[in-house]
Each structure stands twice: as structure tokens, then as C-alpha cells.
């Protein structure tokens, strides 16, 4: 069965820095668009970022534009999310979701995903 484990969550200064990894399983990863969103308690899901199955094309949500990068390994199975220049806004619960069936390889909108993670915590803070 499909599978994404998010890790790097905890805790940074604000102007600081984190790297998200999501390794997935279950599903042929390679073929898949696949995007990051997140939580604060209490809120709705705001899509983040999302990468293309090839990693051709990537696209950020305004808010963390020029200070995240998205990144996926195929051979890993893995994607990323490297977060510089953390501001406590930032602070949330962060899911990593694959492309629902079937795949075009382009679908990273949050309507266009299905299967999510349980999610790491990222926490911002002096």
C-alpha cells in the first residue's frame, strides 16, 4: 500500500533552516507528481510546494517563494523540502501528498493529490 513518512520536523530560530524529507513506498514514485502543504492547528491546509515527476517543474506557494526549495531523488523515492529563512509564520504541521491515479506527472495542485503522510512538525521560534 501506498506509504509517505515525513521526517525533519523540530525546531529553529527565525532566519534559520530545515530540510523535509518524505520517503514513499507503495506506489511507482517516479511516475508522480508530488507536493508538500501544511497545517497550523486550528486552520485549513495550505498547499505549499510541488515538483513534477521528473523534477522539470516546480512551483511554491507566494509565502515561501525564494525561501524554499523543492527536490525529489527518483532513485531514493524520496522528495524534499529545504526551508531557509524560517519566520515563525512558517510554524506548522507539514504533510508531504503524491498525485492522485491515474498519474499525468504534472498533478502537484492540492486538488490533485490523494494519499498524505502523517506529518512532521516544524516549529519557529526565538
Known amino acids: 500500500q501506498v506509504q509517505l513518512v515525513e521526517s525533519g520536523g523540530g525546531s529553529a530560530q527565525p532566519g534559520g533552516s530545515l530540510r523535509l524529507s518524505c520517503a514513499a513506498s507503495?506506489?511507482?514514485?517516479?511516475?508522480?507528481?508530488m507536493s508538500w502543504a501544511r497545517q497550523v492547528p486550528g486552520k485549513g491546509l495550505e498547499w505549499v510546494s510541488g515538483?513534477?515527476?521528473?523534477?522539470?517543474?516546480?512551483d511554491y506557494a507566494d509565502s515561501v517563494k525564494g525561501r524554499f526549495t523543492i527536490t525529489r531523488d527518483n532513485a531514493k523515492k524520496t522528495v524534499y523540502l529545504q526551508m531557509n529563512s524560517l519566520k515563525p509564520e512558517d510554524t506548522a504541521l507539514y504533510f508531504c501528498?503524491?498525485?492522485?491515479?491515474?498519474?499525468?506527472?504534472?498533478?502537484?495542485?492540492?486538488?490533485?493529490?490523494?494519499?498524505w503522510g502523517q506529518g512532521t512538525l516544524v516549529s519557529v521560534s526565538s
Open positions: 507503495g506506489f511507482t514514485f517516479s511516475s508522480y507528481g
Open positions: 501528498a503524491k498525485e492522485a491515479d491515474p498519474p499525468t506527472g504534472w498533478g502537484i495542485t492540492l486538488d490533485a493529490l490523494d494519499a
Open positions: 515538483i513534477y515527476s521528473d523534477g522539470s517543474g516546480t
